[in-house]
Structures are given as C-alpha cells and as structure tokens.
C-alpha cells in the first residue's frame, strides 16, 4: 500500500496536522509513505515509521512548486492521497481513494479539529505528534543535563506583532527559576533554561540569552535541526513562548506548555491538549489586529498588555496542576 501525504507549508500547521498521519501510520502499519510538505517543516517528518520519500516544497513563482509536486508523483498509482492544503494533486494523479481537506467554515473551530476532518475524525481528532530518531534522542541527551529540570522558552515568531518583550520573558524566567532571589514564584528553582528559535531570529533571542546566567543557559536557538529540537522538547519540565511552531511541538511533545497571545486567536491556534495553557492580551484580538495602519509585515509589538504578573501566574499554575505529576 502507498499513501501520499500533501502537508502543510509551516512548521506550526505541520505539528497541528500530523496527527492525521500518526493516525494513517497505525491503521496501515505496513504502508509506505510519501510526504510532501513545506521545507520548512520537512525535518519533522524525518523519523516518521513507514517514509519511502520526503519531499520538500519551496514556493515557486506561479505556483511552480505544485508543478513540480505533480511531475514527481504523478508517475506512481497510489492507494490513498491526503491532501490538506486542497491542492490539485489528488485529482491529477492514479489514487484508489482521495481525502481532501474541506474548507473551513468555522472561524472558532481549533485547527486540530479543522484538520481532522480530512479523515471525518473531527469527533475524537488525533492528537499532535512528533517523531523522533534514537540519533536525535542521543544528541538531545548530549545538550541537556540529566540532573536538573529544563524550562524550554521560545521568545521570538514568525512576526514581530506576536513577540512579547525580551525584557518581560528574561523577567519572567528569573520569578520562575528564582534567579532574581525571590522564591514565592520559582516553581523550578534548580532548572536550566533552554532558549528555542530559528537561526534568523538570533538577534531577537540575543537579549534573552545575554541575561541568563552561563552556567544555567542552554542556546538551541539555529544550532540544532528540528527532530533534536523535537528530542529536547520531550526532556524539558516546562514550556512557556509566543504562539510559534515551537509551541506547537511542545504541545506535542507532552509537557506542559504554555503560549502567548495577542494578534492572533487561541481558540483556532492554542497548544492542544491537556496539558497546554494559554493567556492573551488584556486588548482583545479584535483592536490588536485590523486597525488603521495595521500590517503584519511592519507591526512592532502588539503583546505590551500582557502583564509579567500573568505569564508567571499561569506558568506556576500549570507547574502545579500537570507539570509536579510529570517528574
């Protein structure tokens, strides 16, 4: 049996979605897959059980990157094509059966449950999943120490509009940890922190990094590939980063996550699962987003109403009501 996979183009809706492909991966044991996606969010499905091909997507003027997609599948009769990007793929090669994402209709509808319906699971709908290679576990185990609790943070994003302040998440990482000398709020008062991002994004994370102590900080941020990011992930204690790819794989990876947001809406892209939080801006995405002379590619900050106080607060209560169960 071959199943081709037509995933999403970013590292966040890869995460959100691959819960699908988990779900494939264990009604069809013995399949083997081709997943085209994003390049972007390629690493991702690396270690994915049952890859026969990997298929990175660069966006190509004129939609030549769906041109491209088609020649390299197009020779092959597939059994299955899941498609949830509604591209044209599924109609113009050799499958017995096609699932294709529906439009979304409803704006509320969290994009794990929108995902699910490609399959009709939207009822009980796969829960994000990340695959990691025994390579990747033993070079995470390499970068993090095995003595001490990990606070993963992911202080930057795609766009500067969902970027709270350096000086907030430094603030922040200093109550939970103690560092400051106060202990009403250290939850982890012994832990490491590990600082997440994309190489482009070092200059953002720079005045993080800079405030944390040597001896306490660990720099993943562009030095590491996906799937070991993925590994150090699922050995941190606690997550706590602007809504991102990043805090999407945290969701994934089972620890307790919390995201920041502000222009953009939780209810459709919130860490999912039971172990995930979220808080957002006192201003509502309503008056963030949409205004006269909003643009995304421009917007400083739009997260200066989320309080210090209420990030901490809502990492201590997730500690306390998931995290303490973890160790």
Not at 22 to 47: H, I, K, M, Q, W
Not at 220 to 242: E, H, K, M
Not at 257 to 273: A, K, V
């Amino acid at each position: 049996m071959r199943i081709l996979y037509v995933g999403p183009n970013r590292i966040g809706d890869a995460v959100l979605s691959s819960g699908l492909l988990n779900f494939l991966n264990r009604n069809y044991p013995d399949a083997r897959f081709t997943v085209a996606c994003g390049a972007s969010a390629a690493p991702l499905f690396e270690a994915f059980p049952g890859l026969e091909r990997l298929i990175p997507m660069q966006k190509q003027p004129r939609a030549g990157h769906w041109r491209s997609l088609w020649r390299q599948v197009a020779g092959h009769r597939w059994s299955l094509v899941v498609d949830v990007r509604r591209s044209i793929i599924p109609w113009t090669v050799m499958t017995s059966r096609r699932a294709v994402a529906p439009p979304s209709s409803q704006r509320d509808e969290h994009a794990v449950v929108a995902f699910s319906r490609t399959l009709g699971l939207s009822e009980n709908p796969p829960i994000p999943h990340l695959w990691v290679g025994d390579k990747h576990r033993a070079a995470a185990a390499a970068l993090l120490p095995a003595d001490r609790p990990i606070i993963a943070i992911a202080p930057t994003a795609n766009w500067p509009g969902k970027i709270w302040p350096a000086e907030r998440f430094v603030e922040t990482l200093q109550r939970l940890t103690g560092i400051d000398g106060s202990q009403a709020d250290a939850v982890l008062p012994d832990a490491a922190i590990a600082v997440l991002g994309a190489e482009n994004e070092r200059d953002a994370a720079a005045p993080v990094l800079d405030a944390i102590p040597a001896e306490r900080r660990i720099d993943l941020v562009g030095t590491q590939d996906l799937p070991t990011i993925s590994a150090c992930l699922l050995r941190s204690s606690l997550f706590v980063g602007n809504d991102s790819g990043l805090m999407h794989m945290a969701a994934a990876a089972g620890i307790p996550t919390l995201g920041l947001f502000g222009p953009s809406r939780p209810e459709r892209y919130g860490p999912w699962g039971s172990r995930a939080a979220w808080v957002t801006t006192e201003k509502p995405y309503s008056e963030l987003v949409g205004g006269a002379g909003y643009d995304h590619r421009t917007t400083e900050t739009l997260m200066d109403s989320l309080s210090v106080d209420t990030v901490v607060g809502a990492a201590a209560r997730l500690w306390r009501r998931v995290g303490e169960d973890r160790e």
